[in-house]
């Protein structure tokens, strides 16, 4: 059973920094890439961050400029650091596995973790 748990948000003052992160029940090369997303209520689903299995990175608008995701493979772990948090970047924070097989791969959710951003 494939299972991505991620851990490290909270609550942090503005102009602080978090570093996420998710942890895979199965090898990260086992999965085609991993990304982060963010939802925040009453808003859209919105792309944080992608890194593949060869360690290519990109990033979404949103949080350009102040996020770098990398990853652990021999930790099992995928690593969302995040700088100069605002109040706006206030959201549930998600982590996504993407894995070969069948028709289009089987795609993966993590339960996703809060990080709140106060003034």
């Known amino acids: 059973q494939v299972q991505l748990a991620e851990t490290g948000g909270g609550l942090v003052q503005a102009g602080s920094s978090l570093k996420l992160s998710c942890e895979s029940s199965k090898r990260l090369d086992s999965f085609n890439l991993f990304r982060w997303y963010r939802q925040a209520p009453g808003k859209q689903r919105e792309y944080i961050a992608q890194i593949t299995d060869r360690g290519t990175t990109t990033y979404g608008l949103p949080m350009k400029g102040r996020v770098t995701v990398s990853m652990d493979n021999a930790k099992n772990m995928v690593y969302l650091q995040m700088n100069d948090l605002k109040p706006e970047d206030t959201a549930l924070y998600l982590c996504?596995?993407?894995?070969?097989?069948?028709?289009?791969?089987?795609?993966?959710w993590g339960p996703g973790t809060q990080v709140t951003v106060s003034t």
């Open positions: 996504y596995g993407d894995r070969p097989g069948g028709l289009g791969g089987t795609q993966y």
